[in-house]
């Protein structure tokens, strides 16, 4: 019987990227089938953040994708998601008043099969919420219907 995980004979393995391969940041973007304005929810919620918090946010991106994600440490700051969130993952910056910032992202390990371009960070949607408070299931809900939304389509909507 075969170990759970591991690849049996005749069975391929799901196509990803080469490891070394660069990883891009990507913007999710609204198909105008469910948004006529196509808005670009990450983009937005980084408009309304405070520059410092923009900046720490940007800079966090950019050394994930750098690393590249699978090795990248996080610090903190980049965080696996688990249970109903398992498969996300949130940058977590702090900002005044002790204001808790969260981008929440997905990883196309694959981005090249779905017109990324190789393997991307896709940014979805960012939520704020006061210090010692936590998100609600709705609001986790809100989080998983926009990467349900972003994984319906091939290619992916990304802002280009």
């Given amino acids: 019987m075969p170990m759970a995980g591991r690849k049996t004979r005749g069975q391929p393995l799901p196509a990803q990227e080469p490891r070394s391969a660069r990883w891009s940041i990507h913007f ?3 198909h ?3 948004d006529d304005g196509q808005a670009v929810p990450a983009r937005d919620f980084l ?3 405070p520059d410092t918090v923009r900046g720490k946010m940007l800079a966090v991106l950019r050394a994930v994708a750098d690393a590249p994600p699978p090795a990248f440490s996080g610090g903190g700051y980049w965080e696996a998601m ?3 969130m398992s498969g996300y993952y949130e940058v977590r910056i702090d900002g005044p008043k002790r204001t808790h910032y969260r981008l929440f992202c997905v990883l196309e390990r694959a981005g090249g099969a779905h017109g ?6 896709v940014l979805l949607i960012g939520m704020v919420k006061e210090f ?3 998100f609600s299931k709705a609001d ?3 989080v998983r219907d926009v990467g349900d939304e972003y994984r319906s389509r ?3 909507s990304v802002a280009r």
């Fill in 140 to 142: 986790y809900k809100k």
């Fill in 28 to 30: 999710f973007q609204r």
């Fill in 132 to 134: 010692k408070t936590t």
């Fill in 47 to 49: 408009d309304t953040c």
């Fill in 154 to 156: 091939s290619p992916r």
């Fill in 116 to 121: 990324l371009g190789g393997p991307s960070i």
């Fill in 32 to 34: 105008v089938g469910h």
């Fill in 82 to 84: 688990h249970g109903d």
